[in-house]
Structure formats: C-alpha cells, structure tokens
C-alpha cells in the first residue's frame, strides 16, 4: 500500500518539516492533513531557509502534488504571503491544491482568539498562538464555518458572510468589542480570493486516481500527539486531531491504503504554551538547551520550554498514534553533555505512574530519570550511525527500547543529508 504518514509523537516542534522534505522528494502526493498556521515547518536547502505554516512541506519537489485537505484551516491573506515567499524564491507553486473543503480562518477569528485569551488569568490561559484556529474549528463543528469553496463565488460567500456575521457579532458583544463591518471582511479577503482561487478545488479525485495507480502519497501531520484534542493534555491543545488516525480523516485517504506511520521525536522534550510539561527544565540547563536548539516557535517566535526526553509520554503517545517507526531528531543539539536524564516513570506522592496520566494529575507529578552517559564528540559530520559516538548509539538504542518502536532515521542537522539511515528489524 502506497501511503507514509508522518505525525508528531510530542508536543509538537520535533522537527517534522525535515523528515516530511526527505520523504517528499519520492512522493507524488503530499496532503497536509489538518491545523492551520498556528505551527509552522522549518526547510532548510539550496534555496534557502523556509517556514511553511499552510503550504505542505513537498512543495520542493516539483513533480509531487501539494495539497492542504479538508481537515486543515487556512487563512486566506496569510496563505498568499506564503505563496509570494515561495516564488520569489523560485519555487514552483502551480503544483498546489487547497481542498473545497478546507475551512477559512476569517479575521473574526483572530480578534476573538486573542480577546479569549486576554480575558482569561493565571493557569486557565491556554497558551494560543492568536492565529484564530480553535474559533475557525469551532465554527466548523457548530456548521457555521466559511470553506474555501465559498470563494470560487463571491457573491456566495457574501451571502454566508452577511449570515454569520450576525452571530460573530453577538459573540463580540459580550467582550465589549464594536461589531465588525461586512466591508472590512470583504477588503481584507476578496484580493487574497483572487490570488488562491484558481488552487482550490476538489482533492478526492486526483488522490484516488493516485492511489488506483500505486503512486506514492505522503500525509504531514502538524504539531504532535500530546496537542491532540482528544488524547493530548486538555485543555492546552490543539482543536484538530494530529495522530495518524486523525490524519488520514483530514486527508480523506482511507486507514487501509496506510502501511507505514513514521513518528517523529525530538531527542530531548519542548514545548509551547502553557500546560503540565514534567520533566522541563526551569534553570539555566533548560536555557542552555533552548539556546544550542534554537529552540523558538516557528509561528510566534516565543520561547519554547525545554527538558529531559520523557520516555513515559512518548511511549504513550506511540501506543496511541501506531506508529511502526520513529525517526529522532536534533541528537546534535545533546552534543558536550556529561550525562543526559532518560524520564522512565512519575512519581505522584508516593505512587509510581508508568502511563501518561490525565492533565489533572500531570500537573503535580514529579519524573524519575534513569542516567545515560553522554559524549563529547560533534555529531554533526556523522552520516551513518558507526560515524556516532558509541554513547550516542546507545543514547538511541535505550530511547528505541523505551518508545517501544524501532528508530529508523537519526537526524544530526537540519539540512536533508543530515538524516541518517538506520537499519530496523521488521
């Protein structure tokens, strides 16, 4: 069967841009399968450095087909910067195809996802990107929504427009916000329409046609499993559903055609917003990290929090997500470490947890960490696993015999041949 997935396995941030650009360059379909620009994914090649927030991250290839599915949320003006970026850089964007079916993130929705985080305090505050994705998905669930379909006709998207806008405005009333003119929708949409009309269309037929043909198509997921609104650490998460099995609803590809599911995990652990995290790293090694890391938000350029790999949340998430391989990335990043703590087990009082526990109690667990020894050589140049230190091969093989699934890439830089193949027994 001819479908990869890729999703995260943390709390999003682990690097998926680079093992999705790797895969792409063999993929004749690449379907972003839901989330919007609340997370972007980090390329790094001959063109350049790039940070694609709606666009999928196969648009390097110029014979795969892009496209963003009926389960993601796009912004139409923030789309179109995208796009701009993308062909001054000489990237070819005619490949791309925003599903009918993908819903629109309006400008009400980023008004309201801001003055909703403001009104809340202290640790109800989600944590938000502010980029209007948790009030597009819910006018989405509540059958409201505005889809990209509606601008193949503007005029039927006028008319939904006019009928929504009376319910937003009611909802921002009770902020105590002046209500929202029709107009200033329309001039803020209708020129980005112009420009991502002739993408949109339908995206059911040309991926059955390329799965009848045994062509190989690529699912990218966005952020990772502990985000997700289902299984992910409610209520700091996302308002999509990032494991596979979410994805391949958002893509509209059925689970069948699906034979291997790569999940992709950082070699230590970050996160943003706010939530429990147990094993950050609140000092100066947690700067540290964050620093050798670059480890700042691809969307809003925040700080991420930074600690210990957690093997409790990682192999929790891999039984959730069945992913049958995980590629690790930024090993590099662990370079000089003395030692490296590996999180195997909570302790809540005077009770041990081996299994990811709800938000409530994650919030006041404390982790148990067993030492592996660390290494002093640079990583970086490795471009097979014998060219690692051996303490990094073991630092590897632990993780592996932790997560409960075979690691079959180490990534050791951003750039795509810093992905190194390892052997994995079926």
Request: net charge negative; with cysteine.
């Amino acid at each position: 069967m001819p479908v990869t997935v890729v999703a995260g396995v943390q709390w999003g941030d682990e690097g998926k841009g680079r093992i999705v650009d790797l895969i792409a360059s063999q993929a004749d379909i690449v379907i972003r399968c839901q989330g919007g620009p609340n997370a972007g994914h980090t390329i790094v090649n001959k063109k350049g450095k790039f940070v694609l927030h709606g666009v999928p991250s196969g648009v390097f290839n110029p014979k795969a087909l892009c496209i963003a599915g009926a389960g993601t949320v796009i912004n139409p003006s923030g789309i179109v910067k995208e796009l701009q970026m993308l062909a001054e850089a000489g990237v070819d964007i005619n490949k791309i195809l925003i599903s009918e079916r993908a819903h629109l993130i309006m400008p009400y929705h980023i008004l309201m996802d801001r003055l909703d985080e403001e009104q809340r305090s202290g640790k109800s505050k989600i944590g938000t990107t502010g980029q209007g994705i948790a009030w597009a998905y819910s006018d989405k669930v509540a059958r409201r929504g505005m889809r990209a379909g509606d601008l193949v006709d503007m005029n039927v998207f006028r008319a939904k427009l006019e009928q929504t806008l009376t319910w937003q405005n009611r909802l921002l009333a009770a902020y105590d916000h002046p209500p929202i003119k029709i107009e200033d929708i329309l001039a803020e949409v209708e020129s980005a329409a112009d420009l991502i009309r002739p993408l949109i269309g339908d995206s059911v037929k040309p991926i059955s046609d390329a799965l009848d043909a045994g062509k190989q198509v690529l699912l990218e997921g966005q952020l990772g499993v502990m985000r997700d609104l289902d299984w992910g650490a409610y209520p700091f998460v996302t308002s999509s559903c990032p494991t596979p099995a979410g994805m391949v609803a958002g893509a509209g590809v059925s689970p069948s055609k699906v034979d291997r599911i790569i999940g992709v995990v950082k070699a230590y652990t970050t996160a943003v917003g706010e939530g429990p995290f147990p094993t950050e790293l609140k000092d100066a090694k947690g700067d540290d990290i964050r620093e050798r890391g670059c480890e700042y938000g691809a969307t809003t350029k925040r700080p991420r929090r930074c600690g210990w790999f957690d093997a409790v949340a990682v192999n929790w998430a891999c039984k959730v997500g069945g992913f049958t391989e995980l590629a690790l990335t930024k090993i590099d990043v662990l370079d000089g470490e003395p030692s490296l703590p590996i999180c195997i087990s909570y302790k809540d009082g005077n009770k041990s947890v081996e299994s990811f526990p709800a938000t409530d109690a994650m919030a006041h667990v404390y982790p148990l960490y067993k030492e592996m020894p660390g290494w002093s050589e640079k990583t970086t140049i490795a471009r097979t696993m014998d060219q690692l230190p051996a303490e990094a091969r073991d630092y590897v093989d632990e993780i592996e015999r932790l997560a409960g699934v075979p690691i079959s890439m180490v990534s050791v830089g951003p750039e795509r041949d810093s992905i190194i193949e390892r052997e994995v027994s079926k």
